[in-house]
């Protein structure tokens, strides 16, 4: 199994290939600390799975996760997160990645997540699952954000970082005029008038670091 990792702390990137390099039959063959470095990885090594943080300067993990698919639907995709994964986990699932593991539990369950994905499943914890079962009957993903496309999910997280329309529109490379577009869609979806709602409701919710 060919694993790539990427994740912009080297300590965590460290802290994975530890684990990853004890175990027979895995080969971990790049790793990367932002998209730039993960997709020239991608251009010139055959890779069978990334690890990716779902949180990596300048792009959001669910835009990089279609945009692995888009360059090779066989790529396997692990999001490792330290949100919480009744947030975020099933926004990453319907983006394409085939599990979803916290960095808290990433020592223990990594392997074990990694070989069941390259086995053909797709993998959650057991507290997760857990969740989802109580859950089934409440109408999973009606929380006011959960209605965002995933470009205005990112800009609902960057407004609540404290962001300017213009620094956003600078990381995303997009234009001013685009961002507030994005960003007025955002409010009237979640019936906000100001940017301190956003901040609260992210605060709230654990949306952000």
């Given at each position: 199994?060919r694993?790539?990792i990427?994740?912009d702390?080297?300590?965590?990137?460290e802290?994975?290939?530890?684990v990853?390099?004890?175990?027979p039959?895995?080969q971990l063959v790049g790793?990367a600390s932002?998209?730039?470095?993960l997709?020239?990885l991608?251009?010139?090594?055959?890779v069978d799975l990334?690890?990716l943080d779902i949180t990596?300067?300048g792009?959001?993990?669910?835009d990089?996760?279609g945009?692995?698919?888009?360059?090779n639907?066989?790529?396997?995709?692990?999001?490792?997160?330290?949100?919480?994964?009744e947030?975020?986990a099933?926004?990453a699932?319907?983006?394409?990645?085939s599990?979803?593991?916290?960095?808290e539990?990433?020592?223990?369950?990594?392997v074990?997540?990694?070989?069941k994905?390259?086995?053909?499943?797709?993998?959650i914890?057991?507290?997760?699952?857990e969740?989802?079962?109580i859950n089934f009957?409440?109408?999973?993903g009606k929380?006011?954000?959960?209605?965002?496309?995933?470009?205005?999910?990112?800009?609902?997280?960057?407004?609540?970082?404290?962001?300017?329309?213009?620094?956003?529109?600078?990381?995303?490379?997009l234009?001013?005029?685009?961002i507030?577009?994005y960003r007025?869609?955002m409010m009237e979806?979640?019936?906000?008038s100001?940017?301190?709602?956003?901040?609260?409701?992210?605060i709230?919710?654990?949306?952000i670091?």
């Amino acid at each position: 199994m060919r694993i790539v990792i990427v994740d912009d702390h080297e300590l965590v990137r460290e802290g994975l290939k530890k684990v990853l390099l004890k175990e027979p039959g895995i080969q971990l063959v790049g790793e990367a600390s932002n998209a730039t470095e993960l997709f020239k990885l991608l251009e010139e090594t055959e890779v069978d799975l990334v690890v990716l943080d779902i949180t990596i300067p300048g792009r959001s993990g669910l835009d990089i996760i279609g945009d692995i698919k888009k360059l090779n639907d066989h790529i396997r995709i692990l999001i490792l997160s330290m949100h919480p994964e009744e947030r975020f986990a099933l926004r990453a699932l319907k983006a394409g990645a085939s599990g979803y593991l916290s960095k808290e539990a990433a020592a223990k369950e990594l392997v074990t997540a990694i070989k069941k994905i390259m086995g053909g499943g797709r993998y959650i914890s057991a507290s997760l699952a857990e969740y989802l079962a109580i859950n089934f009957d409440k109408e999973l993903g009606k929380l006011p954000h959960e209605t965002l496309s995933n470009r205005e999910f990112e800009i609902f997280r960057l407004i609540a970082k404290g962001k300017s329309v213009g620094q956003i529109a600078e990381e995303l490379i997009l234009s001013v005029n685009t961002i507030t577009s994005y960003r007025s869609r955002m409010m009237e979806k979640m019936n906000f008038s100001s940017n301190a709602e956003i901040v609260r409701y992210a605060i709230e919710n654990s949306l952000i670091e």
